[in-house]
Each structure stands twice: as C-alpha cells, then as structure tokens.
C-alpha cells in the first residue's frame, strides 16, 4: 500500500542456522522482533542469535525474546543463527514506505563468505531499493531483495 512502512514477519525454522544475511545500512530506522514459540515460556527464544553492530562489528548473542531497534544508516548483520532448537518468530518493521539498503560486506572477512560455500562473496544490495510490501509476492525468492 503506498505510503505504509515495510514489514516482514516469518517463522525460522530449526532446520537452517549459519550467518544470514551480511552487514548492511538502511535509510529508515528498523525493528528486528524475535519472539519465542514456546507457550509455557514465551520468553525463551529456543535458539541463539548473533547480531553484529557498528562498523567495528560489535557481537551482541542473545537467547531470549529480544527486540533490537537500529537507527537509520547504522551498519548492523550479519546476523547469524548460532542454534536453532525450535522455531522462533522474527517480524522486521521499516520505518520508511520503501526497504533501502546498502550492503557493506568488505567488514567481513573472506572466510567468513567461504564457510557457508561460496567461491567468492555474494553480490550485495548496493544501491538497491526493493519494492514495496504490495510487490513482495511477486518476487523470486532468488531476488536480491
């Protein structure tokens, strides 16, 4: 819908883990929500999390329900699934009507892109403005976006 913020929620499942998705920038300031599944204990997130901050890659790991607030053009990720022993809930929130983002993987060493199997690091989004929510569906979930 023109002019609403760009929101993403989805279920991660225990079957993946490894870093996700590189450090980058956005325009807009961003939410990222980690809600644990379990009804007894919603508060146990029932995986362990790694997010890195700032350009000098601060690690900040957390087990818990944690919502974590980054400021536009702040550089955070990666952020990586360190376990994953039962299916959490993240929803990311844009505070702006387009997802901006610039990729800024030169912080990471090229280990780090040879573990999870490529021969050299993945394009990244520079540059890229992805579409709004509305077009979402529409996209390949090989897009860059």
């Not at 990222?32 to 508060?43: E, T």
């Not at 994953?84 to 844009?94: K, Y």
């Not at 403005?129 to 529409?138: T, Y």
């Amino acid at each position: 819908m023109t002019g609403s913020n760009y929101y993403f929620a989805h279920i991660v499942p225990t079957s993946i883990e490894g870093a996700m998705h590189g450090p980058h920038i956005h325009e807009d300031a961003e939410l990222m929500m980690h809600f644990g599944m379990n009804p007894d204990d919603p508060f146990d997130l029932g995986a362990e999390v790694e997010l890195c901050m700032g350009s000098e890659m601060e690690k900040y790991t957390f087990t818990k329900s944690t919502t974590v607030y980054i400021p536009p053009n702040l550089i955070h990720c990666p952020w990586t699934l360190k376990k994953v022993d039962r299916p959490f809930l993240l929803i990311q929130i844009h505070q702006g009507a387009t997802h901006t983002e610039k990729s800024y993987r030169q912080l990471l060493p090229k280990e780090r892109f040879m573990s999870r199997g490529f021969s050299k690091p993945p394009k990244g989004f520079d540059g890229v403005v992805c579409p709004n929510s509305a077009q979402i569906a529409q996209i390949s979930m090989n897009s860059s976006c």
